[in-house]
């Protein structure tokens, strides 16, 4: 299984990054996937997760209304779509993909729910 994170790199205060996950061995029709990101000094937290039973998306209160994630079945491919970046958000992002349970809007945020990690891929945003 791999899952290689795209489209890192560094923007200014306001502007808008999209970043995509291309996954092999796991599928978007099968695995829930998710971003997290770690500044540094600091834990790895959750961003977004979708869900692929209907593609219900969660988003961290920090993203919610800049942040949208969404998936590319075609292309196997997560896609996270940042806009009105903040220094806050400089950090390194990484893609998961976890099995969805039932309770996936309780737990999509926990790290250990998920079975396997990008590389990352750095973002920064200076002012």
């Known amino acids: 299984v791999q899952l290689v994170e795209y489209g890192g790199g560094t923007v200014q205060t306001g502007g808008s990054l999209t970043l995509s996950c291309v996954a092999s061995?796991?599928?978007?029709?099968?695995?829930?996937f998710a971003w997290f990101r770690q500044a540094p000094g600091t834990e790895r937290e959750a961003v977004s997760s979708i869900g692929n039973r209907d593609g219900t998306t969660y988003y961290a209160d920090s993203v919610k209304g800049r942040f949208t994630i969404s998936s590319d079945r075609a292309k196997n491919t997560v896609h996270l779509h940042m806009s009105n970046l903040k220094s806050e958000d400089t950090a390194v992002y990484y893609c998961?993909?976890?099995?969805?349970?039932?309770?996936?809007?309780?737990?999509?945020?926990?790290?250990?729910?998920?079975?396997?990690w990008g590389q990352g891929t750095q973002v920064t945003v200076s002012s």
């Open positions: 061995e796991v599928t978007v029709d099968n695995w829930a």
């Open positions: 998961a993909a976890g099995f969805e349970t039932m309770d996936w809007s309780m737990v999509w945020s926990r790290k250990h729910e998920y079975d396997y």
